[in-house]
């Protein structure tokens, strides 16, 4: 090698970052969770329908972003689990018993993990609505509301505000520690399409379509709106 020569580094990276944004809010009796439907590679929309909200049961929604492939498989392990516990047992597992089995899968992949951001949304036992965040390789949480994705700085504040009640001036819309929101269902819709509208007019890689799922006690309910292509 000439002494002006300068050696040429060659990696694999097996990831990469597919767009998307997702969220999901809790209240009282009903969750939602929602998701626009472009995916994306840099510059480049690989599709303008690939669906990130995924139902599991009559009363859990699992949402996921990042790596395309790697959310697909997620999906897949997670029904497949499920489907062996109906066999097993003749029932479904409960959200709180869900996200334990969605944590012990990422955690078990932490070496080479899942590059999957994942909110799963549903009813509880108890009637309540919950959501439970996690990162790639399995920590978890149960909050009131969550986003993740390319849109994540831009609609998080916005949730943070109207639906936790920060930063506000009148005191009683602010959610105490340890407390939940408890916000309508028309409220909640409003929000998380007004999030969505604007993070597309601020994101390139949001858009195209936006799924709303709403799940109650009797049921799951999904809702499709149009957001801009552009």
């Known amino acids: 090698m000439n002494a002006t020569e300068v050696p040429v580094g060659h990696q694999f990276d097996p990831y990469s970052n597919n767009?998307?944004?997702?969220?999901?809010?809790?209240?009282?009796?009903?969750?939602?969770?929602?998701?626009?439907?472009?995916?994306?590679?840099?510059?480049?929309?690989?599709?303008?329908?690939?669906?990130?909200?995924?139902?599991?049961?009559?009363?859990?929604?699992?949402?996921?972003?990042?790596?395309?492939?790697d959310g697909n498989m997620l999906v897949r392990t997670v029904k497949q689990r499920l489907e062996w516990y109906q066999h097993t047992h003749n029932s479904l597992p409960s959200l709180a018993s869900i996200a334990r089995m969605v944590q012990t899968i990422l955690y078990g992949k932490r070496f080479f993990p899942y590059y999957s951001y994942v909110i799963?949304?549903?009813?509880?036992?108890?009637?309540?609505?919950?959501?439970?965040?996690?990162?790639p390789v399995g920590s978890y949480e149960r909050e009131s509301c969550r986003s993740a994705g390319a849109a994540q700085s831009?609609?998080?504040?916005?949730?943070?505000?109207?639906?936790?009640?920060?930063?506000?001036?009148?005191?009683?819309?602010?959610?105490?520690?340890?407390?939940?929101?408890n916000l309508p269902l028309e409220r909640v819709l409003a929000i998380v399409t007004d999030a969505f509208t604007g993070a597309t007019e601020r994101h390139i890689e949001v858009g195209d379509g936006l799924e709303i799922y709403v799940v109650k006690t009797d049921g799951v309910e999904v809702i499709r709106k149009e957001l801009k292509r552009d």
């Open 154 to 181: 831009l609609i998080q504040p916005f949730l943070d505000a109207l639906v936790m009640g920060k930063n506000q001036s009148d005191p009683s819309l602010v959610v105490k520690n340890g407390e939940r929101a």
């Open 120 to 135: 799963l949304g549903g009813i509880d036992r108890d009637g309540t609505g919950g959501v439970y965040s996690f990162d």
């Open 19 to 69: 767009g998307g944004t997702i969220l999901a809010i809790s209240s009282k009796d009903f969750c939602v969770i929602a998701s626009d439907t472009r995916q994306s590679e840099g510059y480049s929309i690989q599709t303008r329908y690939a669906p990130k909200c995924h139902k599991l049961t009559d009363k859990v929604v699992m949402a996921v972003n990042g790596f395309a492939a």
